[in-house]
């Protein structure tokens, strides 16, 4: 449970069924503790005849905000889980059941301290910045901010998905 919303986890999914009259949708919370983040989206089964997945911002602060990477991985995972499960556990089965139940699927990602800069974390401590000091700081180190600003200072290091 984070901030009132329920989870879904896979047994909770699998376990879920509602009747055909309920939407073959459900809620989706995006949280990054480290970007200090949530978004709020809606799982949507494009069709009846397809196994297609579309992942629709559900308030104005997340449509504003869109994370084409974060969303269209969602969408991909949705889609191969509606590929692989037999048509007796078919996702949109699980989506309905779980909507009317009233929960969500709630999505926590976290990036490893090595995708950006921790010096102002080594700093803030008083260590030296070398390998073994950052090998001492806790995992999942929140990303700094910016002391006049409020902004979110993300000082990439080159080593993620772009690397």
Same mark, same amino acid.
């Given at each position: #449970?984070?901030? =009132? $919303?329920? *989870?879904? +986890? @896979?047994? =909770? ?5 509602? @009747? ?5 949708? %459900? ?10 983040? #949530?978004?709020?989206? +809606?799982? !949507? !089964? ?19 905000? !869109?994370?084409?990477? %974060?969303?269209?991985?969602?969408? $991909?995972?949705?889609? *191969?889980?509606?590929? /692989?499960?037999?048509?007796? +556990?078919? $996702?949109?089965?699980? /989506? #309905?059941?779980?909507?009317?139940? =009233?929960?969500?699927? &709630?999505?926590? /990602? ?16 008083? /260590?030296? $910045? ?12 929140? &990303? ?13 290091? =080159? ?5």
């Amino acid at each position: #449970r984070s901030a =009132g $919303v329920d *989870t879904v +986890t @896979p047994a =909770g999914l699998a376990a879920a069924a509602a @009747p055909e009259s309920v939407p073959a949708e %459900v809620p989706v919370v995006v949280v990054s503790p480290q970007f200090r983040s #949530r978004r709020h989206y +809606t799982l !949507r !089964r494009s069709s009846a005849a397809s196994t297609r997945y579309s992942l629709l911002p559900a308030d104005d602060a997340t449509a504003a905000a !869109r994370n084409a990477y %974060v969303e269209r991985t969602v969408e $991909v995972v949705a889609m *191969t889980a509606a590929a /692989l499960l037999p048509a007796a +556990t078919a $996702v949109d089965a699980q /989506l #309905r059941g779980a909507a009317a139940r =009233g929960l969500a699927l &709630c999505i926590t /990602l976290r990036a490893d301290n090595d995708f950006y800069s921790q010096v102002d974390h080594l700093r803030a401590r008083g /260590l030296p $910045v070398s390998t073994a000091s950052l090998a001492a700081l806790p995992a999942f180190l929140p &990303c700094p901010l910016d002391d006049a600003t409020g902004e979110l200072v993300v000082s990439k290091t =080159g080593m993620g998905s772009s690397a």
